[in-house]
């Protein structure tokens, strides 16, 4: 289940350093020419154990954290916070239109 960020209380780049002390990270860094394959390299890569993904607004990364930990505890996450969807093209796609902060991808 994906979590997409709504809420504006919680800065993103907050979100970024308070997961890269807890978790191993990875990061694929894209442009027009090549999102498409770096966002599949991305989802191959959340197929490992114990790892969830990271796309937030207005930055061209994508962010693959190894690390088995409690995303909304770590972040004081209120379910207010966030919206939930099984689909995995929708917190890129909204993302991408600006209508969120950041989206946890979580297979």
Do not use: W
């Amino acid at each position: 289940m994906h979590k997409i960020l709504t809420t504006k209380r919680i800065e993103p780049y907050d979100i970024l350093e308070t997961l890269k002390k807890y978790c191993e990270m990875t990061d694929f860094t894209f442009d027009g020419f090549s999102k498409n394959n770096l966002k599949q390299q991305f989802i191959n890569g959340l197929k490992s154990d114990k790892t969830f993904g990271l796309y937030m607004k207005n930055v061209n990364k994508f962010y693959l954290f190894k690390g088995n930990i409690n995303i909304d505890e770590m972040l004081g996450l209120n379910p207010e916070d966030y919206y939930t969807t099984n689909d995995i093209e929708e917190p890129f796609n909204i993302i991408d239109m600006g209508k969120a902060e950041a989206g946890f991808i979580i297979l």
